[in-house]
Structures are given as C-alpha cells and as structure tokens.
C-alpha cells in the first residue's frame, strides 16, 4: 500500500513558511523598537546603532537630565533668595527695597500709558508709647495686626509694604486723587475700629497717611518722599488744631 506524502509535505513547508515570515516581521518591529527609544530622536540610523553607542547615548541622555536637575534646583534657591530679600523679616508685606522697585515700574508704567496711579504713606502712631507700656511683643503685634488689615482691604493689583519700624506704603494702580483719598480714609478707619488686644489690655492704633498721586515723570523715591511729607503735614496739622 502506498501512502501520498505530497500533503504532508506541503503542509509541513507552508508552516516552516509562515514561521519564517512570523519571525522577520518580530525582528523587524524589535528593530523598529530599538533606536525609538533611545537613539531615533538623535537621528542615529538603526544599523549604526550599536551596543557601545546605544550605551554611550544613554549615559549622556542621564548626565543631561542630572544637569537639567541641578539647574531646575538652582532656579529655585535663586527665587527663594530673592524672595528673602524682599521680604519683610516681622509681616508678609513686601519690604522698603522691592516696594520702591515696584512703585519705579508703576510710575514708568503711568508715564507710557497716561493712567494714574498714587502711593500712601501711612505712620502707626505712638508704636514707641506701646513699646514702652507693653513691651516690644506688644508692638510687634500691633504692626502685625496693621499689615494684615492694610492686605486684607486693597486689591491684588495694589502693593502694601512696610517701609521702616512704624511706617507703611499703599501703592495704588489706576488710582486719582479723589479715589486714594477716600482709599487713606477707609484704610485708616479700619484700623482704628478694631484696637488691639494685648493680654488683656485694649490697644488703640492709630494711623496718620499722606497721599500722592502720579501720572508718570516722576522718580519713585520723590514720589514717595512727596506722600511722606503729606503725611507730616497732617500729622502736623491735627497737633495744632488739637483741643488743649
């Protein structure tokens, strides 16, 4: 009996192809695969690839994120300095230094626009009476209490700092003399309608401004020179109209 092998044998030769053609398409795809990660983003062609340049690529790929690590830790200490250096050491307010940075872009700001803009100059009244009777953690308090309220009742376009031990400065955008002023009066009275409480003592806080308006030309410090002898004008001017 003669047994036909023709099947068989076709059979076995269609498989052995389809194996072959299974295994050069998962060649190439893993050729495909291997410069994608790595090195087709430099252009490197695949057949140049070699273990020694793959290597190589990703060894410099690691010392530039390391580098890029290092940089980006950098920024941030510098931002974290600055930040330093504007800070007033006692409120979150902004101290003399960047306030007069501020208001030098703001006046060169209304100078090229023509908008309006003013600083107030406030003066805490007699901080160095509530040293003396309570002690310096009574007035560090009091400015405290004083740097919140003046924050918690100006836009957050306008700037607050604090200018030396007692003093403030308001710096208002978009802002003419009618409206600064009714702005020093509201800020003034919302200090003095909440006095200080200090271990069991009420505290009254009191604040004396001056207002000066801009409209570009100026220098920052003469302007804010001008608010601060408003301010001892009418600081001067309430002594002598005082009672008594």
């Given at each position: 009996?003669?047994?036909?092998?023709?099947n068989r044998?076709?059979?076995?030769?269609?498989?052995r192809?389809?194996?072959?053609?299974?295994?050069?398409r998962?060649?190439?795809a893993?050729?495909?695969?291997?410069p994608?990660?790595t090195?087709?983003?430099?252009?490197?062609?695949?057949?140049e690839?070699?273990?020694?340049?793959?290597?190589?690529?990703?060894?410099l790929?690691?010392?530039?994120?390391?580098?890029?690590?290092?940089?980006?830790?950098?920024?941030?200490?510098?931002?974290?300095?600055?930040?330093l250096?504007?800070?007033?050491?006692?409120?979150?307010?902004?101290?003399?230094?960047?306030?007069?940075?501020?208001?030098?872009?703001?006046?060169?700001?209304?100078?090229?626009?023509?908008?309006?803009?003013?600083?107030?100059?406030?003066?805490?009244?007699?901080?160095?009476?509530?040293?003396?009777?309570?002690?310096?953690?009574?007035?560090?308090a009091?400015?405290?209490?004083?740097a919140?309220?003046?924050?918690?009742?100006v836009?957050?376009?306008?700037i607050?700092?604090r200018?030396?031990?007692?003093?403030?400065?308001?710096?208002?955008?978009?802002?003419?003399?009618?409206?600064?002023?009714e702005?020093?009066?509201?800020?003034?009275?919302?200090?003095?309608?909440?006095?200080?409480?200090?271990?069991?003592?009420?505290i009254?806080l009191?604040?004396?401004?001056g207002?000066?308006?801009?409209?570009g030309?100026?220098?920052?410090?003469?302007?804010?020179?001008?608010?601060?002898?408003?301010?001892?004008?009418?600081?001067?001017?309430?002594?002598?109209?005082?009672?008594?």
């Open positions: 009996m003669r047994i036909d092998n023709s044998v076709g059979s076995v030769n269609a498989t192809g389809e194996r072959a053609r299974s295994t050069g998962a060649g190439a893993d050729a495909a695969r291997a994608a990660d090195a087709s983003v430099m252009a490197i062609p695949p057949n690839l070699t273990p020694k340049v793959r290597d190589a690529i990703m060894t790929m690691a010392e530039v994120d390391r580098l890029r690590k290092e940089v980006e830790e950098q920024r941030a200490r510098v931002a974290h300095l600055e930040q250096a504007d800070q007033d050491p006692l409120t979150p307010l902004v101290n003399r230094r960047a306030f007069v940075r501020e208001l030098s872009r703001v006046v060169s700001y209304s100078e090229r626009y023509g908008t309006p803009a003013s600083v107030i100059y406030f003066d805490l009244d007699g901080l160095k009476a509530i040293n003396d009777t309570h002690g310096h953690a009574a007035g560090d009091a400015i405290q209490q004083v919140a309220a003046l924050m918690s009742n836009r957050e376009s306008d607050v700092g200018l030396g031990g007692d003093e403030f400065g308001v710096l208002l955008t978009h802002a003419d003399e009618q409206a600064t002023a702005k020093a009066v509201q800020l003034a009275r919302t200090i003095e309608d909440r006095p200080l409480t200090w271990q069991g003592a009420r009254e009191r604040l004396a401004y207002v000066y308006t801009f409209r030309g100026e220098d920052a410090r003469a302007a804010l020179d001008a608010a601060d002898r408003a301010m001892y004008a009418r600081k001067n001017a309430a002594k002598e109209t005082a009672p008594g």
